[in-house]
Each structure stands twice: as C-alpha cells, then as structure tokens.
C-alpha cells in the first residue's frame, strides 16, 4: 500500500469500544466496515483486541497471519507491510495477535508507535477493533481519536459501562492534555476522586477551576470538551424502550461530563447474526434487512461528521500505566 504524504492525512481513524464484552463490536467493525467498502470507502479493519483478537473469524480468514503482535515482538517494521485484502473490494484488514497469544505485552511507547503509524495508512476509514473494559490499554487507543464509538447493549449495567468508559476515557484524555508531574495533574485527579454525579459539576467546572490558575489551561479543557465527540450504539435492541437509552445515555454524558455524544444508531437483536459467525461470513453480505438498513443508516451518519484531527496529548509517562482513577459510575 501507498503511504500519504506526512502532511496530509486523509484517513478517519475511529476506535470501536464497550465498557461490557459481548457486546457486538467485532461484530459492529466488520459489519460497519463492509457496509463503508460497499458505499465505495477503502477501509482498514484493525484487531486491537489483543488477547481476544477475533475479527478473522468474522471475516473467514485464517487466524495464522503476522499482524500487531507480530509488530509488538518486532517481527515487523512496519504496520503497512501487514496489511492484508479481504474477500471484499476495498476491505483490508490488520490481523491482532493470532500467532502471539497472550505473550504480548504493550509498553507505552509500543502504543504510541502504532498511534502514530496509523494515520499514515492509505484508506478512508480504519476501523480499530479494541477489546472492552477501561484497562489502560484499550483507553490510549480510544483517546487520541476525538470521534471513537461506543457499543451497548440495553441493559442497565452495559449502559452503565458504557458511561464510565467514556468517564475515564475522558479523565485520562484532560489528564494527558497536561505535562507529567504537573500542578494541573494534581488538580484534576483530585477532581475525579470526587463525586462527579448528581454534583451538579460538569467538566467545564474542571476548566473553570483550571482557568484560576491560568486561563489558557482552562481553554484547553474547554477545546477537548467541544473536540471529543464520540458515539453511542445500542446493539441487540428487543424492544422499542431499548431505544430511548442512547438519548438518556446522551442527556447524562451532556449533564455531567460536558461532553456531546452521538446517538449513531439502534441496532436490533437478530437470530441471523450468530449464523453469519458459524458461517464465516459478514451478516450484511447476506442479509437486507432491518439490520443492514440500520447498519447502512450509521455508516451515514459517521460520513456527515466533519472530521476532527487528533487530540494532542502528552507522552512518555510511565505512571500513567497504572492510572485509572475515574472509578465505576454511581
Ligand atoms: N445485533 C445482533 N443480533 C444478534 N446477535 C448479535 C448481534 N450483535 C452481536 N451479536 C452476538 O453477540 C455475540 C458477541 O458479539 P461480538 O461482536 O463478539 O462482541 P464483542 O466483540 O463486543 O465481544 C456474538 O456471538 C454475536 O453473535
Ligand atoms: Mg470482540
């Protein structure tokens, strides 16, 4: 594959979460991925879901391939140079860990590697699988990219999840808008220790706060607030209430966060989907229904979103391995 000249990146990088497992991201990043090729995108599907990778099983590829493990063991120069077709037009794919289960360990600057790299791979979209959880791991993938997606399914608990991933994910991402070591580092966990919820304070409170010191500070909180601009979707929909829980995930995300989230779409719970696994190929390759049509309806929405560049964050601190102190919702 060509590489873009480095001044000019002309690829979406978008980060695929959940705060719960089983929730339908693979399933999402290849369905969304397909759905995007057949719109006429190029599009790179990347398992970052390292010890869990599975996204060539959805895709009917043989899990033997070099992919980022192979780049973590550095068996590989070069992101690009695994990069690898599939058996759609215009639909690569960026194997996970398949011949390095589980001895992968990811340094920090292993991960800003592959952060950087990314941008410089020739497509439209690049759709990165990540596993669920906040692990510190999975956040750093999510941050930098200001329009990253979040996956639920509708019930209490994932939707939950889903709020402190995007809590944390946020807490880490104003963290690293600061240098390690920082006076404005102390400030802001001692922020999120407390009670954030039903406080009345939002982020902005944070920037206000921020602002005291230094009013450039606070506009720096107040600029990744107005960039990060993730979305939701609820997967595996039953009922028509299920879908009144993006809007409500949205008003609280607004209320207390600050932030603005995207209700991307509703997807409902199909019996066809875990046959299309078995099957080894993509649902909407075989499918028009209500599913596609929904699937075809965010591919339409993320297409109208003006593209943010990345968000700029500090780099090469060690102490931030162990940093996850946003805590769970309440
Ligand atoms: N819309 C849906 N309807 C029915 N089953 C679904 C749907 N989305 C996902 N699934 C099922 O949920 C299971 C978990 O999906 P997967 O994409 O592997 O989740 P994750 O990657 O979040 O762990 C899969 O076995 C899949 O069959
Ligand atoms: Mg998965």
């Keep these: 594959m060509l590489r873009n000249a480095d001044t000019f990146f002309m690829n979406r990088i978008i980060p695929i979460a959940s705060g719960k497992g089983g929730v339908g991201k693979s399933f999402l990043t290849v369905n969304l991925g397909v759905t ?28 033997s391939r070099a992919g980022i493990g192979t780049y973590l063991n550095k068996q590989a120069d070069s992101l690009e140079s695994l990069v690898i077709p599939t058996s759609v037009d215009r639909l690569y794919f960026l194997p996970g860990d398949g011949l390095y289960t589980s001895a992968v360990q990811q340094h920090y600057f292993q991960k800003m590697k592959i952060i950087k790299e990314l941008p410089h791979l020739v497509a439209d979209y690049i759709l990165l699988d990540l596993g669920a959880g906040t692990n510190h791991n999975i956040l750093d993938y999510f941050i930098p990219f200001p329009q990253g997606i979040i996956v639920t399914v509708p019930e209490t608990t994932a939707i939950l999840n889903a709020y402190s991933f995007l809590k944390s994910a946020l807490a880490r991402s104003v963290y690293r808008q600061f240098p390690p070591r920082s006076e404005e580092r102390v400030l802001i966990q001692e922020f999120f220790r407390q009670r954030l919820e039903g406080s009345g304070t939002s982020l902005f409170t944070l920037a206000d706060k921020l602002s005291e010191h230094n009013q450039d500070q606070g506009k720096a909180v107040r600029n990744l607030l107005e960039t990060f601009y993730p979305g939701v979707i609820i997967n595996m929909g039953r009922s028509v209430s299920d879908r009144d829980l993006g809007k409500n995930l949205r008003i609280i995300c607004r209320k207390n966060l600050g932030i603005s989230l995207q209700y991307l779409g509703y997807l409902e719970w199909m019996p066809g989907v875990s046959r299309s696994i078995t099957g080894r190929s993509p649902y909407c390759l075989d499918h028009q229904d209500q599913l596609s049509s929904a699937l075809e309806g965010v591919c339409r929405r993320l297409e109208k979103i003006v593209p943010e560049k990345s968000i700029p964050l500090f780099e090469g601190d060690e102490d931030l391995d162990n940093l996850n102190w946003a805590g769970p919702a309440r």
Excluded: E, Q, Y
Aim: positive net charge; proline residues 0%; glycine residues 14%.
């Design 36 to 63: 995007l090729a057949r719109m006429g995108k190029t599009v790179i599907l990347v398992d970052l879901d390292l010890g869990g990778s599975n996204l060539h099983t959805f895709l009917g590829i043989k899990n």
